[in-house]
């Protein structure tokens, strides 16, 4: 039961509440009548149990260091009165033991000013000769403000002492589990990492439930002390405290040389880990600054980098955005010149097809066959078949036309016609034609000269074509199954057609094509002519789209027919590369994107990509371009027409036939074709000078930062080497102080005491 009275008066001292009984007696709270102070007295009430000579021990050991701040202070004693009390400061904290109970691990900060303070008590009592040994949690008291108080010296030696001391498990040095053992300075060191090593991990060095257990069942005190030390000497050391977020590097060490289960590598006295946690104070406090000495510059160097690297690329991108606008107007310019060049180039092409349609001696022999009955009748025969498909097989009626001797001497004469616009001829306004032939006013070819010769299957005389633009003069190809022969008109000017595939060579083509009138009739727009003269042309032929290689600048030829050819690319640098390199290329069929043909055609500036690319020879025209096209229109009426030079041309003493309506050349000129001129240029190269400023700009502010960087280390170095503490560099070439065996309590020369 609780006690009501105290056992005694205490002069100088009112006791006012009982606090606590034990083995030996009662503790009472009093207060000092003279000062006011709380204190805590001591009854021993049964003096049979007690070691009076242990009791006087801790007792006198607790008034000789009751003069520092962090050592319970004993405040008076009576000895020599019944029951025998002592004095000492009341601590309301309770005990750091508690404090861990509660809140399992303490925060860093607070953990390592609670140790600063216990070994700097610690200190005190080493000091005094005074070895703790049995430092743990539940003798660390915790008095006002968390400041701790060693407490319970009932385990104290001097250091003077032969007597072993045991302390509590995990909290014991290892040789100090052993009953031969001799006190040693580094008993408290070890006890005192063990404690830092509880207020930041929440548990005890070593300690698991297997360990405990083993401890357990070793039997005698004996063997359990020397399962102890063996376990923990051959255990890896403790260090989930590196894991404890908050403890840096410095801190782990001092834990973890507190902690070395050899005493040789452990503190030699607390004295050097107050050493070493003022350093790490001071390395601490110099972070920040060493931080900002090195960070400061790096983040002004890293700013001056951003903000550099960000002008160049905005100048690049103003740059670049400014030279791609002025490439596109130049390309828009080159197209506009390609496409009046090429409507130049078509110029004389009609002005060959309406001379050489116009050609006496052709206009006499071609009157002369179609004067034969037996060309008529084949002709015919050839119409009434109905449709242009019925007409394109072996047909007897073809065969009898090819076999007239007058279709021979027709078929001679364009021949020899033809042979003159080969190429052969040096002359740069030269035309180079593919075939020319003539059809009948049903579309029928009488008769027709190739530049290159072909095989009967792909000679065209004798078939009907009346379903092709360059007859009837629209602006597509009629179907060949559906239209009818009879129903199909000729054209009544001179007409360039749309581009198509030749039956013979499968090379796209254009064909200009003029009307024939052979009898007197009045010419009119709407009267029939007798036949059409067609000349034909290679796209790849016009020296406009003549390329000697591949380049980074190309003129392309489109198809601008609405319909599944729009965008078809009827000529391009790769396909005349497979033309004069004899690769065939039927059956691929290059086309550009219905969108981008709208963005194309409405001026849109586009990132083109050649469709071409995706072909198996196609890599050089890999990647971006910069594109701009033109329609190709046919020359206005009022242009000045171009004269055939008379050394390229067979002389012509009759003078110019008048079978040709008037104003027939003019409506031709009128009209848009249905060809677009495309200019690419690489983009690559358009953006090539302004990369090349920026790579060079970049590799000068590189090597800028690389010499900042390198000068501010040089320049940090410096300081660091200069600013080391003088204690740290002056005589590092001196002896150290020995310890003179492991019971010398501190190194330092005043406090120096050693075992005689």
Same mark, same amino acid.
């Given at each position: 039961?609780?006690?009501? =009275? ?28 003279? #000062? ?7 009854? @021993? ?35 020599? +009165? ?35 303070? &216990? ?39 001097? $250091? ?28 408290? +060191?070890?006890? &005192? ?10 548990? $005890? ?11 357990? #069942? ?106 791609? =606008? ?18 130049? *180039? ?6 060959? #097809?309406?001379? *050489? ?10 009157? =002369? ?35 007239? *001797? ?29 075939? &020319?032939?003539?059809?009948? %006013? ?38 060949? *199954? ?30 200009? $094509? ?39 600048? +190309? ?46 055609? %409405?001026?849109?500036?586009?990132? @083109? ?19 701009? +096209?033109?329609?190709? %229109? ?23 036939? #008048? ?12 009209? %848009? ?52 503490? @003088? ?30």
């Amino acid at each position: 039961m609780e006690a009501t =009275t105290p056992p005694a008066d205490v002069p100088g001292y009112r006791l006012t509440k009982f606090l606590g009984a034990g083995a030996f007696g009662q503790v009472w709270v009093g207060r000092d009548l003279n #000062t006011g102070r709380d204190v805590a007295v001591k009854f @021993y009430l049964h003096r049979g149990g007690v070691n009076w000579s242990l009791l006087s021990r801790e007792v006198k050991n607790l008034v000789q260091m009751s003069a520092d701040r962090y050592v319970v202070q004993v405040l008076e004693v009576g000895w020599d +009165v019944d029951p025998p009390f002592y004095v000492m400061e009341l601590v309301r904290g309770g005990s750091l033991e508690d404090l861990l109970g509660a809140k399992h691990r303490l925060p860093v900060d607070q953990a390592v000013e609670m140790f600063r303070k &216990m070994c700097i008590g610690l200190d005190h009592c080493h000091s005094k000769g005074v070895l703790h040994c049995d430092l743990k949690p539940a003798n660390i008291l915790i008095g006002d403000e968390d400041e701790p108080r060693l407490a319970d010296f009932g385990q104290s030696r001097l $250091s003077s002492d032969q007597t072993p001391a045991l302390g509590t498990l995990f909290y014991m040095a290892p040789e100090q589990a052993d009953l031969s053992s001799s006190p040693d300075v580094r008993w408290d +060191v070890y006890a &005192m990492g063990a404690i830092l090593y509880r207020m930041l991990t929440g548990k $005890s060095p070593y300690r698991d439930d297997s360990f405990v257990q083993q401890l357990d #069942t070793a039997g005698s005190l004996k063997k359990r002390l020397q399962k102890y030390r063996e376990a923990i000497l051959s255990s890896p050391p403790p260090e989930d405290h590196f894991e404890r977020p908050g403890v840096d590097r410095a801190l782990g060490k001092i834990v973890a040389k507190c902690l070395q289960a050899d005493a040789e590598n452990r503190y030699s006295n607390v004295q050097q880990i107050l050493q070493d946690l003022t350093r790490r104070d001071a390395s601490r406090a110099k972070k920040p600054l060493m931080l900002l000495g090195i960070v400061g510059p790096l983040l002004v160097l890293l700013a001056t980098c951003f903000f550099g690297a960000r002008t160049i690329f905005e100048a690049r991108k103003s740059t670049l955005s400014a030279l791609r =606008t002025e490439a596109k107007g130049s390309n828009e310019l080159a197209a506009t010149f390609a496409a009046k060049t090429l409507e130049n *180039e078509i110029s004389r092409y009609f002005q060959v #097809t309406n001379m *050489e349609a116009s050609d006496p001696v052709f206009l006499q022999q071609l009157k =002369t066959t179609l004067s034969s009955e037996a060309v008529i009748e084949a002709l015919d025969e050839i119409a009434a078949m109905g449709t242009p498909a019925q007409t394109h097989g072996s047909t007897p009626a073809r065969a009898r036309l090819l076999a007239e *001797e007058e279709q021979d001497r027709l078929d001679d004469l364009l021949q020899q016609r033809l042979n003159q616009y080969d190429g052969t001829i040096n002359h740069a306004r030269q035309p180079r034609l593919a075939s &020319m032939f003539v059809t009948d %006013t049903h579309g029928t070819i009488i008769s027709i000269a190739y530049q290159n010769e072909v095989g009967q299957d792909e000679n065209s005389a004798g078939k009907n074509f009346s379903y092709r633009t360059y007859f009837h003069g629209d602006r597509v190809d009629f179907d060949k *199954e559906e239209t009818l022969i009879a129903s199909s008109k000729p054209v009544t000017s001179t007409h360039l057609s749309s581009a198509f595939p030749s039956t013979a060579t499968r090379l796209w083509k254009v064909a200009i $094509s003029t009307p024939i009138y052979l009898h007197g009739q009045e010419m009119t727009a709407e009267s029939r002519p007798d036949a059409v003269f067609v000349t034909t042309v290679n796209i790849g032929d016009f020296e406009l789209l003549q390329n000697e290689g591949a380049s980074d600048h +190309v003129a392309v030829l489109l198809e601008a027919r609405e319909g599944q050819s729009r965008g078809t690319i009827l000529q391009h640098p790769l396909l005349d590369a497979r033309r004069k390199g004899g690769i065939n290329s039927t059956g691929q069929k290059y086309q550009i994107s219905p969108e981008q043909m709208d963005r194309l055609l %409405t001026g849109t500036d586009v990132d @083109y990509v050649d469709p071409l690319a995706a072909a198996a020879d196609g890599s050089f025209y890999a990647g971006q371009w910069i594109a701009a +096209v033109h329609p190709v %229109t046919l020359p206005p009426d009022d242009s000045p027409p171009t004269e055939i030079p008379d050394e390229d041309r067979t002389p012509d003493p009759s003078p110019p036939p #008048t079978n040709i309506p008037e104003g027939a050349v003019s409506e031709a000129n009128d009209q %848009t074709t249905d060809l677009l001129v495309l200019v690419q240029y690489r983009l690559e190269k358009v953006n090539a000078p302004v990369l090349q400023m920026q790579a060079a700009l970049l590799r000068e502010g590189v090597a800028a930062i690389v010499s900042i960087l390198i000068v501010t280390l040089t320049l940090w170095f410096f300081v660091q080497r200069v600013g080391k503490p @003088y204690r740290e560099t002056r005589n590092t070439n001196e002896p150290q102080p020995k310890r003179s065996n492991s019971k010398t309590i501190a190194e330092e020369p005043a406090e120096t005491i050693t075992l005689k």
